[in-house]
């Protein structure tokens, strides 16, 4: 077999959009979530890094970096691309932390690392002399046992968890060993209250550790990005909490740095009716915007033939036992492979371009082929607002994905 070579596919300007489904990019929305991140750096003295395990879209990364200050990673491919396309210069970090390394791989991990966290005391105690022989700090995850989180799916502090360590006295006895730590507690917290609150049980629980600490980092989850929230408090609210501990405070922003910043963009090819209307659109939950599948949520609509509209999914207008509402479903197999339910003001029709909103978190790094069904092409707007399809893909991709 003769493979493709990715970048004959890649990054070419083009005044007209590929075929759908894509993923649309908007990088003057992404720079506008940068500015907020980097107004609250400035406010509150802390450090933001790029969480790749949300978005790692490299071919926006130049757009990014003026505002952050490096990238946080979940794994060893991870912690590379961050090296690579983000990091590697002088005011640049690249942070690794995996919930468990393997020997064969934690020296590769630590060549591209400023900072290394161990999600256990027992990788610690295993790896930490490789660090200290390339002058890596080493930091360890806490779990205080307390979250912000409504899914049980995404909740580091649920029953039995295995993120991070939570026994004070075991902690309290490798601080020689480590010169931070990271506690991520949040998911999707739009409340300033909610995470003081929880900031403040952290700092009853683990305050003496945190004295002795040179950094910490608090992880993402916190949607201070919402036009609503009071980033001011916020600033002020970690700005305190570094000045009483001594310590350089990080935050991990994901879903933050490119909220409302991607859509998919997709394309009706049959329309049906079972009680309600139904369109089958050229994309899928399951392959590209898995967790809606996962967390059974519905996507937002942001446009419909190019028109911007805002239209949230019939459960959350109080519409959802219309009888002319209508399902937008995914052309996979599975019977749950549903966008949403809709209240339209007019009936989709073949061939109706439909954009899905808040589709670059969590979307593109978890993509995949189930059913074979097309892969969308990812497509940047540029601030100059030319068009720039960063990457296609083709069957020669599914194919070399199976064996």
């Known amino acids: 077999m003769n493979s493709v070579n990715p970048s004959s596919k890649a990054s070419k300007v083009s005044s007209q959009l590929p075929a759908t489904p894509y993923y649309l990019l908007d990088e003057a929305a992404i720079v506008s979530n940068m500015q907020i991140i980097a107004r609250l750096c400035e406010l509150s003295g802390a450090k933001a890094l790029l969480a790749l395990k949300c978005f790692a879209t490299w071919g926006v990364f130049d757009a990014m970096q003026p505002y952050l200050h490096g990238t946080t990673s979940s794994s060893l491919n991870e912690v590379r691309l961050g090296f690579e396309t983000f990091g590697g210069a002088q005011d640049k970090e690249t942070h690794a932390y995996s919930v468990a390394y393997s020997s064969d791989e934690i020296d590769e991990v630590l060549s591209y690392a400023d900072k290394i966290i161990f999600n256990s005391i027992s990788q610690l105690s295993a790896f930490k002399e490789q660090a200290y022989a390339q002058n890596i700090p080493v930091g360890l995850r806490l779990n205080p046992k307390t979250s912000n989180s409504s899914f049980i799916i995404a909740d580091p502090a649920r029953p039995f968890s295995r993120l991070g360590e939570h026994d004070k006295d075991k902690i309290a006895a490798v601080l020689a060993d480590i010169s931070g730590v ?173 954009s899905f909103a808040n589709a670059a978190g969590y979307t593109m790094v978890k993509k995949n082929w189930f059913n074979g069904v097309n892969m969308p092409a990812i497509v940047i707007r540029r601030l100059d607002g030319s068009i720039d399809i960063q990457r296609e893909f083709d069957y020669q991709d599914y194919k070399a994905s199976l064996s």
Not at 218 to 239: C, S
Not at 274 to 287: P, Q
């Open 182 to 354: 990271m506690i991520h507690n949040n998911c999707e917290n739009d409340s300033f209250e909610a995470f003081s609150d929880s900031l403040a049980d952290i700092e009853a629980k683990f305050g003496d550790v945190l004295a002795k600490l040179e950094w910490v980092s608090l992880g993402g989850g916190i949607h201070f990005i919402a036009p609503d929230y009071p980033l001011e408090k916020l600033a002020d609210r970690l700005k305190s909490f570094s000045e009483k501990y001594g310590v350089q405070v990080y935050l991990e922003p994901g879903e933050a740095s490119i909220h409302s910043a991607g859509t998919l963009v997709t394309t009706v090819l049959d329309t049906l009716h079972n009680e309600k209307n139904i369109a089958v659109v050229d994309a899928s939950i399951e392959a590209h915007m898995l967790d809606l599948l996962i967390y059974q949520e519905s996507a937002a609509i942001a446009a419909i033939n190019d028109e911007a509209v805002d239209i949230l999914p019939a459960a959350e207008s109080c519409n959802q036992q219309a009888l002319d509402n209508t399902i937008v479903c995914g052309r996979s197999c599975l019977a749950g492979d549903i966008f949403g339910e809709y209240a339209l003001a007019d009936k989709l029709k073949v061939g109706d371009q439909i």
